[in-house]
């Protein structure tokens, strides 16, 4: 992994950059970095730890948001034979209950819990347990593209 130091704006603190790919669909560069306070030593020994995470994790698209993957998985799906009643069943539940409460957030900051309450908070509404599953199945098949993506590195929904 490609690497950088340089130092930052105050006295004693280094702006440590590490390459991290480039995202398949936009072909733009990824790039972390994180501002270091320490010594060069120290600021080349955390640069090392970031080029080492950053090449376990080559998570690539995790600051994309949720109607981005809506979006883009229900297109890859449909690219992939997705019936056409399917397909418009997963736009509908899609619409009307994962965008409204997810929308605008971030993928790669969606959590298990936050899943759970989501459809703990359907079923308190009064929504068939259909409903509930059908979300559910919408939101794994998405976050299982994601994750072929490289977008996120982990399905919050299973």
């Known amino acids: ?8 704006k105050r ?3 280094w702006e440590l950059r590490v390459e991290g790919g480039s995202d398949p669909l ?6 972390r970095s994180v501002t270091f ?3 060069a030593r120290e600021a080349d020994a955390r640069l090392a730890e970031l080029s080492v995470e950053m090449s376990r994790q080559p998570i690539i698209g995790g600051s994309r948001t949720m109607t981005e ?3 883009a998985g229900l297109e890859q799906a449909e690219a992939e034979g997705l019936e056409a009643t399917t397909l418009r ?13 997810f929308g605008k957030r971030r993928i790669g900051k969606i959590t298990t819990e936050e899943i759970d309450r989501f459809y703990r908070a359907l079923a308190k509404e ?3 347990h259909s409903t509930v599953k059908q979300t559910h199945v919408v939101l794994c098949r998405v976050f299982d593209t994601a994750i072929r993506w490289r977008w996120i590195g982990h399905n919050p929904a299973r």
Do not use: D, F, H
């Open 11 to 13: 006295p004693g603190t």
């Open 26 to 31: 936009s072909g733009k560069r990824v790039q």
């Open 37 to 39: 306070e320490g010594s």
């Open 69 to 71: 993957l809506i979006r």
């Open 126 to 128: 009064g929504y068939a």
């Open 1 to 8: 992994m490609k690497g950088s130091k340089r130092r930052g």
């Open 89 to 101: 069943g997963y736009r509908r539940c899609a619409t009307r209950y994962i965008l409204p409460a």
